[in-house]
């Protein structure tokens, strides 16, 4: 036992749940936690807005699985915070997010920059904590990690009061946990159930796997291949699961859903037996909900016993963590396959090659372009220089949309993408968590022109530690999704979403201090993506796109999923030509 | 429809605003929320009667009891739980009407626990029906003023059933 203060007490708890990095920015309240940092091998890595220190710990944590950590003072620093956190409650990400809070003598009292951060956090996190008590910090904290991590991943803030962080109590490592009685986490389901989805799966003629952020949170990536193997069915994946199955993988088809490939949702549409797994039938992926997968009986697998029935009512429902349910699965059916598993199969595989000659047949479609950078051409060179094995984060648009179409991902937690809450702005800050998380990797930004703008500080950060993360500016000069939305269904009444005043990057890197350009003709994008990955440090590179570029196919909202746009319209296509 | 739920919750800061908070995020109007402790002072059950569409009902539940400081979310709507509520009612009643009120305050076994020269105060417990009859029929009297607590709900005991240590729950638990 020794006595330390409260914010010596915190560190040593962050420290002792694990933490590695916390991504944050000081002020008043906190100052007792920032002395303590001044001195403490704990690394702290100083963002240049908190709204970043939550993306930066989501991109640590998503690219590890383990917990990201951020800190913010009272006020305005645990406000600036909330979108990070309400996307890392759209996606199941596991984030502790630690704020100061003015002295609870002054609570209440409008002090200076005080906020009622407990209150605000509430709906914008899994579960938080206003401590008042220096006993119970070190408890709080172990519960934030315990929370964040396991069931439903999610975000868990703990707010501290200034006298808490000030004042002193013995602490010790070792200490007694006590139990969350509310906090039940599910149990794998009993052999029954098992057995009902065994018969289930091998009944079905037209299986068809729909797997999301669920199987990646579960690290069952390896049993999710084995289970779409032993079924021979094709499996496609949600924005959130991509590369949990490796997108070379010949059962995978491909991204389903709003700007899902044309086999991904006729497949779904088709299918006889719908298996959704980590998944929660978003709107974006079902569409119109009675059109989605019309003819199909639903099992649904989910840790969270809230998503099973949410959307779309479950002939099947199983509640539990995706690896233990996929074990016990494989299992059964590596054992019934010969027997039970007989049945069906030549209906099955004649069912699969059907799926495979629609993906054959229907590939993402764009056309060439010798005298401009088309943006899924762009997309197709960052693939090859990936190879499948680099982390890429995207922001919000467009470009989210071809990089999800048209890169590989050999292994789970290369790509991050703000996919719930599709919040503009996530996409730099995340890389920079995902590099400090994995600084071996190669580490690829992929943002709008307009999703940069909004994350343009944090260019401070990545040059005052060298952070070789390589920023790739798709820059269609317009706020490309928007306008794509105004294209088809407003008229093309353009209406603010001209951001063509991008700066000159060269410029904007150099004033920074890091490594920039950009390029507009095709004929020089090699070269200049081969110097931006080349250059050991950092690298902004703002590639110049065809600006009328659309997204397809494309379900309008709330259409069918079988109904997709799949092209442009003819005169669309001449409008793009004209301009 | 009007669903009844009762909760078994953590007695801890927040727990009250993050159950509020599930109901009211959505837009559902909260008709009565009453919440105490119970014999385990570390704990509080709740009970709730909102505005909830039929679908929502199953969901509302399992999104409840998801929340970490709910240890039990149970739907009441459709059961044969005991439900109760108080009220007070200040009455304002002329000399003469006097004794015919108090008779019919005796039909419904409520009480007077206040009376000034212009008023009685009349507490009543009983069904959320009884006591909007008592309130219906007292209103002949003359103008009133009043309080409700809110229904109160405790599932009934199972039959050949002991009572089991986690008291607490299985007055949640369905008999
Ligand atoms: C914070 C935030 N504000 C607004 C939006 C709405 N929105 C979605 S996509 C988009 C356009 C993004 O433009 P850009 O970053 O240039 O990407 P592009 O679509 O052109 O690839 C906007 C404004 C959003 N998703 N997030
Ligand atoms: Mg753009």
Known sequence: ????SGAQILIESLVREGAEAVFGYP????????????????????????????????????????????????????????TGLVDALMDSIPVVAITGQVPQALIGRDAFQEADTFGISRSATKHNYLVKDIGELSQTVHEAFHIAVSGRPGPVLVDVTKDVLLSNADYSDEQEMEPLRGYRLTDDPDPEAIERAVEFLWRAERPYIYAGGGVISSSASAELVRFSELLEAPLAHTVMGLGAMPTEHPNFISMLGMHGSYAANMGVTECDALIGLGVRFD???????????????????????????????????????????????????????????????????????????????????????????????????????????????VDVGQHQMWAAQHLRFNHPRLWQSSSGLGAMGFGLPAAMGAKFACPDKTVIAIVGDGGFMMSLPELGTIAANRLPVKIVVMNNNTLGMVR????????????????ASFPDASLLAAAFGIAGGSVTDPADLDDALAHAFDEPGPYLLNVQVTPEECVYPMVPSGGAVNEMILQPEPEAAEAVAGD | ???????????????????????????????????????DPTLSIMTIVAEVGEDGRDLLIKQISRLVNVIKAVDL????AVRRELVLIKIYVE??????????????????????????????????????????????????????????????????KLPVPSYTEAALSEG
Not at chain 1, 1 to 4: K, N, T
Not at chain 1, 56 to 81: D, E, F, I
Not at chain 1, 484 to 499: G, H, P
């Open chain 1, 27 to 82: 002020g008043g309240v906190t100052l007792p936690i920032y002395d303590v940092l001044y001195s403490h091998p704990l690394r702290h890595v100083l963002v240049r807005h908190e709204q970043n220190a939550a993306f930066a710990a989501q991109g640590y944590a998503r690219a590890t699985g383990k917990a990201g950590v951020c800190m913010a003072t009272s006020g305005p620093g645990a406000t600036n915070l909330t």
């Open chain 1, 283 to 393: 709107d974006r992926v079902t569409g119109r909900l009675d059109k989605f997968a019309p003819g199909a009986k639903v099992l649904h697998v989910d840790i969270d016993p809230a998503e099973i029935n949410k959307n779309r009512r479950a002939d099947l429902g199983l509640v539990g963590d995706a690896k233990p349910v996929l074990r016990l699965l494989n299992e059964r059916l590596a054992e019934t396959r010969t027997t039970l598993g007989r049945e069906r199969r030549e209906a099955r595989l004649a069912w699969m090659e059907h799926v495979r000659a629609m993906k054959r047949d229907h590939p993402y479609l764009y056309e060439e372009s010798a005298e401009e950078i088309k943006p899924q051409a762009l997309m197709r060179k960052l693939d090859q220089i990936s190879g499948g094995e680099a982390i890429v984060t």
């Open chain 2, 95 to 160: 000399e003469e009407r006097r004794p015919a009120l108090l008779t019919e305050v005796e039909i419904f076994r409520a009480r007077v626990v206040d009376a000034s020269p212009k008023a009685y105060t009349i507490e009543a417990t009983g069904s959320p029906d009884k006591l909007n009859a008592l309130i219906a029929l007292l209103r002949s009297y003359g103008p009133i003023e009043m309080v409700r607590s809110g229904a109160m709900a405790m599932a009934r005991a199972k039959q050949n």
């Open chain 1, 1 to 4: 036992m020794a006595m330390l």
């Open chain 2, 1 to 39: 429809m009007q669903q009844l739920i009762s909760l078994l919750v953590e007695n801890k800061p927040g727990a009250l605003m993050r159950v509020a908070g599930v109901l009211t995020s959505r837009g559902y109007n909260i008709e009565s929320l009453t919440v105490a402790k119970t014999v």
């Open chain 1, 484 to 499: 794509q939305w105004q294209q088809l269904f407003y008229d093309k009444r353009y209406s603010e979403v001209d951001v």
């Open chain 2, 77 to 80: 709507t459709d059961s044969r």
